[in-house]
T-cell receptor
Framework: KQEVTQIPAALSVPEGENLVLNCSFTDSAIYNLQWFRQDPGKGLTSLLLIQSSQREQTSGRLNASLDKSSGRSTLYIAASQPGDSATYLCAANGQNFVFGPGTRLSVLP | NAGVTQTPKFRVLKTGQSMTLLCAQDMNHEYMYWYRQDPGMGLRLIHYSVGEGTTAKGEVPDGYNVSRLKKQNFLLGLESAAPSQTSVYFC????????????FGPGTRLTVL
């Protein structure tokens, strides 16, 4: 059974810092891994989708990497801004999507 | 193009009452999903559908039923609501093929007293 974990559970950084969020999964037989952002009381917004054959995906200040063999993905956020404050979720897609518990990010002005 | 929409946005039920949550998508997606999100538990899959007229159980299906009579709609039913079903419910859809991304609706916040 796929299990997904995310470290850290919460993170607070000053504005402008570069930061890394971690996602680990136990079953490497996945089609892809998707990163989402969730604002309080809102739905999930897709940020990046990395196929199992890819190593990286980039969108603006966001860069996600995938190492399927080690069961890890990272989300790198460059030059963080207060507007980046949200919960970030990763989901590993095998038979179905399995979600991690999320990392709650606070970027302080 | 509205994407994925959910009705209602909020609902309060008494124990034993029934209700249906509606999910609609206008992207012609084959696959549709119902999740629940609880504090400390993350999102868990309740039921899913890979096409019109098909449904399958997810991780936490007990107490729920679903129907997919039309491709664009996926209904989640609670026949006899229990306080343990207090949660935020999300619907998602994606195009056929396991390589496509999921798109989520805004959620329904359900409280069962």
């Amino acid at each position: 059974k796929q299990e997904v974990t995310q470290i850290p559970a919460a993170l607070s950084v000053p504005e402008g810092e570069n930061l890394v969020l971690n996602c680990s999964f136990t079953d490497s037989a996945i089609y892809n891994l998707q990163w989402f952002r969730q604002d309080p009381g809102k739905g999930l917004t897709s940020l990046l989708l990395i196929q199992s054959s890819q190593r990286e995906q980039t969108s603006g200040r966001l860069n996600a990497s995938l190492d399927k063999s080690s069961g890890r993905s990272t989300l790198y956020i460059a030059a963080s801004q207060p507007g980046d404050s949200a919960t970030y979720l990763c989901a590993a897609n095998g038979q179905n999507f399995v979600f991690g518990p999320g990392t709650r990010l606070s970027v302080l002005p | 193009n509205a994407g994925v929409t959910q009705t209602p946005k909020f609902r309060v039920l008494k124990t034993g009452q029934s209700m249906t949550l509606l999910c609609a998508q206008d992207m012609n997606h084959e696959y549709m999903y119902w999740y629940r999100q609880d504090p400390g538990m993350g999102l868990r899959l309740i039921h899913y559908s890979v096409g019109e007229g098909t449904t399958a159980k997810g991780e936490v299906p007990d107490g729920y039923n679903v129907s997919r009579l039309k491709k664009q709609n996926f209904l989640l039913g609670l026949e006899s609501a229990a306080p343990s079903q207090t949660s935020v419910y999300f619907c998602a859809s994606r195009a056929a093929s396991s390589y496509n991304e999921q798109f989520f609706g805004p959620g329904t916040r359900l409280t069962v007293l």
